[in-house]
């Protein structure tokens, strides 16, 4: 028997009269005004047209956790020369590692010097995300913190720059709310808290934990520092470079520096009028960074020189207290946990009036700590420097193709697409989601990198007709596997290790979710190319003459957007380094 084939008629296609290269409108909203959002503003205006970017900030004023964290001795790790943005340069740092303040500073003089205020609102909070697959639009949920209005909004596209190291949370102890002194999160500092001659705990030796201690140390009756876990504690960064002899070690004996890393007068001012200097000195620390990489693969060379060299460090600030040495060297590799230049913290552990408490703690009574063996000890003040959330679990509903990507990242190991987007969730982007370069060097500069990949994305959507863009789900699960196969060949994954930089919440044998597979440079290289293979695309309905969602309606009318720019050089593929653009 002949089964007849009926021919389905297709719509008429209709020619877009538009040229090609035309943008379509689109609304982005933002998450964060820290780093991250700021310089997404830079980013957007650099490379979009035809655009409207609003971004929410919860805070009253910008800069993410520069803004919140404001504990004393709070500074970065990372050089003060690098932790700025490439299109931003600062000159004028007072250190080699800046001071929160000089950061946040920082940040909010860039904002009002490039007009950026205008695009941001603070005081506002995105509670909820639906996306709208017919639209091809994200209903959003606002919170207007100062009159506690909701409203709603919409967008094309979602950049979430909310950041993973700004959700802190309280440590999960017993009984916490009992306390009946003063109870403190190292990222809720109170202003002008006054600590001088109380007895004090602090909680956590992670880098916050390690730097408030040397900072508030001599002015304490008693310090009482509760740790679980040891961790490296490496030598002064400058020694560090000297030693090593990276690309910096020439640089940095020709810099003026006091015994406390702050630069001479003189200096900032030779940094100010030498321009060429000043960026061979910046490039020279950038290299040292970049190279760091080695020493975190296991078993390597560079591993075991760096570690050996570590443990005499560490043992030397020490004192060769035996008992110190035991709680405070790991076992685990150089690296595991975040490697902190940490001054003064090994000499404050060793002065008489700090306590090293490494027993487990039973719970927390009115008048202070119980440990397990039963003994309270009493205190003035509990300073919990416990860390932030670093599940990836929105802080809101985000509801893409799936449902709730809430339900779904607590449910298994988070995974991304190149940690900036998230299987199921179109047009949806995450400045530092799962598996980001987070612990390779200055954010700053990895955040310019995923900005612009990000802005690729949105314009390629913007002149060639698509509505929605998602990376596949087989994209995310092969690059997932990629990520679990390499992680073992890195410190990062050593067994019994508790960091951050796994999931679950820092179990010692969790899956790494918060770095990326490689080096920093790896990582630049990844994001160059737009891998268009990996996405699955929603095209535009031809704004109702309905072309049968043609892939090529964008080709248009047969014109390009170049011919018809007047200030555009349209025979520039007649210059000779044009063929060196590929």
Request: charged share 25%; net charge negative; with cysteine.
């Amino acid at each position: 028997m002949t089964r007849l084939t009926i021919p389905t008629e297709k719509p008429p296609y209709v020619v877009k009269e538009e040229p090609l290269g035309n943008a379509k409108h689109v609304k982005i909203i933002g998450i964060g005004a820290g780093a991250s959002g700021i310089n997404m503003i830079r980013t957007l205006r650099k490379n979009l047209t035809n655009y409207e970017f609003v971004v929410y900030e919860k805070n009253d004023k910008v800069g993410g956790t520069w803004f919140e964290n404001r504990y004393p001795g709070c500074r970065c790790d990372v050089p003060s020369h690098n932790y700025q943005f490439s299109w931003r340069p600062n000159p004028a740092w007072s250190n080699f590692f800046s001071p929160a303040e000089e950061i946040e500073q920082y940040l909010n003089e860039t904002c009002e010097e490039e007009h950026m205020l205008d695009s941001i609102k603070t005081r506002h909070r995105v509670s909820g995300a639906w996306w709208d697959e017919h639209r091809g639009l994200w209903d959003l949920n606002v919170v207007n913190l100062e009159t506690g209005e909701e409203f709603k909004d919409q967008a094309n596209f979602i950049i979430d720059g909310s950041g993973i190291l700004n959700n802190w949370k309280w440590p999960d102890i017993p009984n916490l709310e009992s306390y009946k002194g003063d109870l403190i999160h190292t990222a809720n500092w109170p202003k002008d808290f006054d600590y001088a001659n109380k007895t004090v705990a602090i909680i956590g030796n992670g880098s916050s934990g390690i730097q408030l201690l040397p900072a508030i140390q001599t002015d304490v009756q008693k310090l009482y520092h509760f740790i679980r876990t040891p961790t490296w504690v490496i030598p002064p960064r400058i020694m560090t470079m000297k030693m090593m002899g990276g690309p910096a070690k020439d640089m940095i004996s020709q810099i003026e520096l006091d015994d406390k890393e702050n630069f001479s007068p003189a200096q900032i001012e030779k940094f100010k009028k030498d321009p060429a200097f000043y960026r061979k000195f910046v490039k020279a620390i950038e290299r040292d960074i970049s190279g760091v990489f080695p020493v975190l693969l296991n078993g390597g060379p560079v591993q075991k020189f760096a570690q050996s060299k570590t443990v005499e460090y560490m043992t030397a600030m020490l004192g060769g207290d035996e008992k110190l040495c035991k709680a405070l060297i790991p076992q685990f590799p150089l690296g595991a946990r975040r490697m902190t230049p940490a001054p003064g913290y090994l000499e404050a552990v060793r002065a008489p009036n700090t306590e090293l408490v490494t027993g487990g703690i039973s719970s927390v009574v009115p008048e202070g700590i119980q440990l397990e063996s039963g003994e309270i000890i009493k205190l003035d003040v509990i300073i919990c420097a416990t860390g932030f959330d670093n599940t990836f679990v929105p802080r809101f509903p985000l509801v893409g193709r799936y449902g709730n990507v809430q339900e779904r990242m607590k449910a298994e190991t988070p995974k991304a697409y190149m940690s900036c987007a998230l299987p199921g969730v179109p047009n949806y982007f995450t400045s530092l989601g799962p598996n980001a370069p987070i612990g390779h060097g200055s954010v700053l500069t990895l955040l310019e990198h995923i900005a612009r990949y990000v802005a690729r994305v949105i314009g390629k959507c913007q002149t060639e007709g698509i509505k929605a863009v998602a990376p596949s789900d087989a994209a995310v699960e092969d690059y997932a596997r990629h990520v679990a196969a390499f992680m073992p060949r890195t410190a990062w994954a050593a067994p019994g290790a508790r960091s951050w930089f796994k999931g679950s919440g820092g179990a010692a044998d969790a899956p790494v979710t918060a770095l990326h597979p490689g080096s920093r440079l790896h990582f630049f290289h990844m994001l160059e190319r737009f891998r268009g293979e990996d996405w699955d695309y929603v095209y535009d309905d031809g704004g109702g003459a309905n072309p049968g969602r043609n892939r090529f309606h964008y080709l248009g009318n047969g014109f390009s957007t170049m011919e018809l720019d007047p200030g555009f050089d349209s025979t520039w593929y007649l210059d000779e380094e044009a063929d060196s653009k590929l």
